[in-house]
Each structure stands twice: as structure tokens, then as C-alpha cells.
């Protein structure tokens, strides 16, 4: 196979309005993918992450542009790549009349795996994911966060050459998270590709050996997490609350970005005496600490992730 496990080049999807304007959802993304990645699109609900998801894995045609799988042409031949993907929908839910493991097993089964192989994937994946105790029940009966890890074990379990995950995580409790991320940890250790969107942050740096930025259809930046953060200009991010007041005097000590009412002002430890005694003079109150991928998200797109569109 290819090194290449995804290639993109400019993508484009527009929705076509009946009555309306065109939606256009991708703006001609590119991206490459080497296989052994763990690579995450990180933006804002809305941000065109899951229509590029949908496009790379066959389920939706493109307006324009190419996408490659494996050196595969997946636009033109979609059927000569989906053996090498799985792929976990946003918000996707098992079958309800099944259990955990019975889901896990069938889905196995219909790839072609053998009954023995299958079942010690299966159970592997159920453990991984803390669902043995439940492995048994009927789905309907699970939790959605239970749900969610079991539509996660059934993938994961096939080891498939590459996963697209579109936000993996949503509805589960930070521990359940956790062991997700380490079982995709140990996929890419095996060989797999991941490719997931998610629009949390921590998520996104502690997973991504890469990561893409995207906001309304269009990849802004991409790096390593530090990669990013180093691009923001500073070290520690000071930020003071009902700022607008003094945003002039703090832009003089580094960039500064807006959350709502609170201005962050990134800068080094060499300024910051004379930066909180400024926000003490006005009676502000400020907060400081290292510069982390939100500053850096807030930089790129010029709003907070948690922004509606």
C-alpha cells in the first residue's frame, strides 16, 4: 500500500439551496496523512470537519477536488478502498435489539474475520472500552455514553489500515474518555491511521501527532500541538477579566485575543510584574498561566471553540 494512508486536494462541497442561497461547506482543503498517524481536525461545531469526514470515507460525493486512500482513487473508485476503513459517525448508535458484544462480533463477522478471531476482537474491544460488565445487555437498556463506547469498541476492534472517528468521545465522562484515547494509542502502535474531529481540546493535544485547524470549511493551520502554541507569541497567557478597558496599554506587552468579555495578553515572565500591577490599578482581576491550544485556537480563528456559528 501506499505511505500515504490520505491524501486530500482541494476538496470543495457545496450544498445546492432550493429556495435559498448555496451552502458552500468545504472550501478547498488539502491535507496528507502518513500511515501511522494520529491526525485530528479540531474546530467549532459547524466547522465543515464532519461533511470532510463523510467525503474521505465514501458516504458523500465531493463538489470538486480528489481524495486518495492508501494511493487508492476513493472518489472514483469507492469500493476499492472501504476494506481498508471504519469509521465510527458522529453521535452513531449500535442496533438495540443487540448487545454490546453480539455488536461487536457481527460487525466482525461481516468483514470476513473468523468466528475465533472474531470473538477474541470482540472481547478485547469490550474490555478496552470498560464495557465487559454490560457486554451482555441489551443495547436499548445502556447508557449514551455506553452506547457510544460500544459503537467505538466495534471499530476499533477490526484494526482496519485507517479509522476516521468523528467526535468519538461526545457524551462520555472524562475517565471513559481516557481509555479511548489509549486504545487509539495502541491501534496507531499496531499500524493503524487515525483520522477524528473533535472539538475538544484536550482531546486534541493529548491524541494528535498533527493536527488541523478548521473553521467555516477552510484549514487555517496545522502543527503539532506545540507547533501552534509556539505560533501564538509568547509563553504565558495573562487574562484579565472586563479588559476591553485596557486593551491598548495590554497590547503593548504581546498579542492579545478575546474571550467574551476577558482579554488574554500572551506574553514572557519579563512583563508580567508591570502587567498585573496595570490590571490592579483598574481593579481588574487577572489570572496567569502557560499558553495552552486554546490561545492558540483564539489566534488562528479569532473566537473561542465553544462559539456558535
Do not use: C
Not at 461545531?45 to 470538486?64: C, D, H, Q, Y
Not at 503593548?252 to 476577558?262: C, L, Q, S
Not at 490592579?280 to 492558540?296: K, M
Request: charge should be neutral; proline fraction near 4%; aromatic fraction near 6%.
Amino acid at each position: 500500500m501506499n505511505s500515504d494512508a490520505l491524501r486530500a486536494d482541494s476538496v470543495r462541497k457545496i450544498y445546492r439551496g432550493r429556495n435559498g442561497p448555496d451552502i458552500e461547506a468545504l472550501s478547498g482543503v488539502s491535507l496528507r496523512i502518513s500511515r501511522g498517524e494520529r491526525i485530528s481536525l479540531l474546530g467549532r461545531n459547524g466547522a465543515g470537519k464532519t461533511t470532510f469526514l463523510r467525503i474521505a470515507s465514501t458516504l458523500l460525493a465531493p463538489t470538486s477536488g480528489s481524495v486518495e486512500i492508501f494511493g487508492r482513487d476513493a472518489i472514483a473508485d469507492p469500493e476499492s478502498v472501504r476494506p481498508y476503513l471504519a469509521v465510527v459517525p458522529q453521535e452513531g448508535k449500535p442496533f438495540m435489539h443487540l448487545t454490546p458484544r453480539e455488536q461487536a462480533y457481527s460487525y466482525l463477522r461481516a468483514r470476513g474475520f473468523s468466528k475465533e478471531t472474531a470473538q477474541s476482537r470482540a472481547d478485547h474491544a469490550l474490555e478496552q472500552m470498560g464495557l465487559t460488565e454490560v457486554a451482555d445487555r441489551l443495547s436499548i437498556t445502556l447508557s449514551g455514553g455506553q452506547r457510544q463506547r460500544t459503537m467505538v469498541a466495534t471499530v476499533i476492534a477490526t484494526e482496519a489500515p485507517l479509522l476516521f472517528l468523528d467526535e468519538p468521545t461526545i457524551g462520555m465522562d472524562p475517565f471513559a474518555r481516557r481509555g479511548v484515547w489509549e486504545s487509539f494509542k495502541e491501534l496507531t502502535t499496531k499500524g493503524s491511521t487515525i483520522l477524528l474531529t473533535t472539538h475538544y481540546l484536550d482531546e486534541a493535544e493529548a491524541l494528535s501527532q498533527r493536527l488541523y485547524i478548521v473553521d467555516q470549511g477552510r484549514l487555517l493551520a496545522e502543527g503539532t500541538a506545540d507547533q501552534l502554541k509556539h505560533r501564538v507569541g509568547g509563553t504565558l497567557r495573562v487574562s484579565v477579566v472586563s479588559g476591553d478597558g485596557i486593551s491598548q496599554q495590554l497590547a503593548t506587552f504581546g498579542p492579545i485575543v478575546r474571550d467574551g468579555d476577558t482579554v488574554h495578553v500572551i506574553t514572557g515572565p519579563g512583563d508580567l510584574k508591570e502587567i498585573l500591577a496595570l490590571a490592579a490599578h483598574s481593579n481588574l482581576t487577572t489570572t496567569v498561566g502557560p499558553v495552552t491550544l486554546e490561545e492558540a485556537f483564539l489566534r488562528v480563528v479569532g473566537r473561542s471553540i465553544h462559539d456558535e456559528f
